[in-house]
C-alpha cells in the first residue's frame, strides 16, 4: 500500500510504519516540509499566481518536500502559495485555505523559500492562515503543540497555532501559540520566549489531562523556558470549535513554519526524543 500510495498519492494513511509519527505515535495533526510517516504521500497543494493552477506535491526519494517539482509546475518568474498543507497524521486533518490573497507563501519567483538550507513556508503577517475541516483536539484531553519556525516580529497575539472553544468554562476564549512564543487562555499569558530568529527554532509545550494552562511546561531550543504568570483557566474541558495555523482572534503569525505536530496527550515522556528527531533533521540547534 505504501508503494502504491507514494506513486498515486491517493492520500495520507495511519498506522505508519517508519518515521517521526511511526516512532512517537497518536498525533492529533501533522504538518512539515518533511515526511513524518512513510504513509504519507502528500506533502501541500501549490497554487501559481500566473493562471491561479493548483497541484499537489509529495516528497522526493530522501523524504524531503519535492522542491524541484514545485519549480518546475511554478515556473520562472511566478510565485506559488499554499493552498493546502497536507496531515500526515492519518486523520485528514488538512489545513486550507480557498482565499488566494491570505495563502501562505512557499515558492518566491525563482526557488521555494528555505530557511537553514531547508524548505518552509511564510506567513505574512496580514492575512496569510489556514484552517481545518476537522478540529485538533476535543474534550478532558492532553495538549502537546510543537513548532519549528521563526518569527519577523515580536507579538502575543501573533498566533501560529490556535485551538478555539465553544462551550462552557473558556466560552468565547481560544488557546494561543503565539510567535513570542506565550501561550495564552482568554488573554492570560502564561510562558513567554523569544522565538525571534534568522533561523529556525524548536518550541515544545505540553499540557497534562484534565490541568489548568498554568500547569504546563514550555522548552524551546531544548531548554525550560520559566513561566511568567499564571491562570487557573482549564483548555481541557470545553468543547473545541475550531483549529487554525497562523491565526486567532483575527490577528496574524508574521515568519516561517516549517513543521507543526499536535498530540491529545501530554508527551513529556517522549520530548527528549521527538527533538532529537527534529533537530537531526532541521539543524536548529
Known amino acids: 500500500e505504501g508503494n502504491v500510495n507514494a506513486y498515486f498519492q491517493i492520500g495520507?494513511?495511519?498506522?505508519?510504519?517508519?518515521?517521526?509519527?511511526?516512532?512517537y505515535t497518536g498525533a492529533a495533526a501533522a504538518y512539515s516540509v518533511r515526511q513524518l510517516a512513510n504513509t504519507a504521500a502528500l506533502c501541500m497543494r501549490v497554487r501559481r499566481d500566473n493562471d491561479d493552477a493548483e497541484q499537489d506535491?509529495?516528497?522526493?526519494?530522501?523524504?524531503d518536500l519535492d522542491?524541484?517539482?514545485?519549480?518546475?509546475?511554478?515556473?520562472?518568474?511566478?510565485?506559488?502559495?499554499?493552498?493546502?498543507?497536507?496531515?500526515?497524521?492519518?486523520?485528514?486533518?488538512?489545513?486550507?485555505?480557498?482565499?488566494?490573497?491570505?495563502?501562505?507563501?512557499i515558492y518566491n519567483g525563482s526557488a521555494v523559500i528555505t530557511e537553514n538550507g531547508k524548505a518552509t513556508v511564510q506567513f505574512d503577517g496580514t492575512s496569510d492562515y489556514l484552517t481545518t475541516?476537522?478540529?485538533?483536539?476535543?474534550?478532558?484531553?492532553g495538549r502537546t503543540i510543537i513548532a519549528i519556525g521563526g518569527a519577523d516580529t515580536a507579538n502575543l497575539n501573533e498566533t501560529i497555532a490556535s485551538i478555539s472553544y465553544f462551550t462552557s468554562a473558556a466560552s468565547g476564549s481560544a488557546f494561543y501559540f503565539t510567535s513570542e512564543i506565550a501561550t495564552r487562555v482568554s488573554g492570560n499569558t502564561?510562558?513567554?520566549?523569544?522565538?525571534?530568529?534568522?533561523?529556525?527554532?524548536?518550541?515544545?509545550?505540553t499540557l497534562a489531562a484534565n490541568s489548568n494552562v498554568g500547569d504546563g511546561t514550555l522548552f524551546l531550543d531544548g531548554s525550560s523556558v520559566s513561566q511568567s504568570s499564571s491562570t487557573t483557566t482549564s483548555i481541557n474541558t470545553t468543547d473545541v470549535n475550531s483549529s487554525a495555523i497562523g491565526t486567532a482572534a483575527g490577528v496574524y503569525y508574521d515568519g516561517i513554519l516549517s513543521e507543526l505536530i499536535v498530540y491529545a496527550t501530554d508527551q513529556s515522556s517522549n520530548r527528549s526524543g521527538i527533538e532529537t528527531d527534529i533537530n537531526n533533521y532541521f539543524s536548529i540547534y
Not at 506535491?57 to 523524504?63: R, T
Open 12 to 23: 495520507n494513511f495511519g498506522t505508519p510504519t517508519s518515521g517521526l509519527l511511526s516512532t
Open 57 to 63: 506535491f509529495g516528497f522526493d526519494a530522501n523524504g
Open 67 to 105: 522542491t524541484a517539482a514545485i519549480a518546475t509546475f511554478v515556473g520562472s518568474g511566478n510565485n506559488g502559495y499554499v493552498s493546502k498543507w497536507y496531515d500526515q497524521s492519518g486523520n485528514g486533518n488538512d489545513a486550507a485555505q480557498t482565499t488566494n490573497g491570505s495563502q501562505p507563501q
Open 133 to 141: 475541516s476537522t478540529q485538533w483536539l476535543s474534550g478532558t484531553v
Open 190 to 205: 502564561v510562558f513567554s520566549g523569544n522565538f525571534i530568529s534568522d533561523t529556525l527554532k524548536l518550541a515544545f509545550y
